[in-house]
């Protein structure tokens, strides 16, 4: 239940990274930053339905620190993208906002299959 509720959030923040990028692009005429935060923000969902099909522990877990190191470049390119005007402040808080969430769930996950065993 809890790694399909993850895997449900991570999804909605793909959509929502996807269109992104869609204003992004047509809008801001931005390409660079906005192409690499919508292959960030897409990957730790895809990340999290490949740990989800993993054959082992070490697989689940190895896909679950790459959805994690996803999700922290995500922030890293939000914050970037902000700082530099091409998302106002409201936009910024809320996706980061949300980037964060998706951060703690993996992590807390992370630590009982990776730092825990």
Request: charged share 25%; no cysteine.
């Amino acid at each position: 239940m809890h790694k399909n509720n993850l895997y449900d959030k991570a999804y909605a923040f793909a959509i929502r990274i996807v269109k992104g990028y869609q204003f992004l692009s047509k809008e801001k005429r931005e390409f660079i930053l906005s192409k690499q935060l919508l292959r960030s923000g897409t990957s730790i969902g895809a990340n999290i339905a490949e740990a989800n099909g993993g054959i082992s522990k070490a697989d689940f877990s190895s896909k679950i620190s790459i959805a994690y190191k996803e999700s922290l470049e995500t922030k890293y390119w939000l914050n970037l993208l902000h700082d530099t005007d091409f998302i106002n402040s409201k936009t910024f808080t809320s996706m980061n906002d949300d980037a964060d969430e998706l951060s703690r769930i993996i992590f807390s996950i992370l630590k009982t299959t990776r730092i825990g065993s």
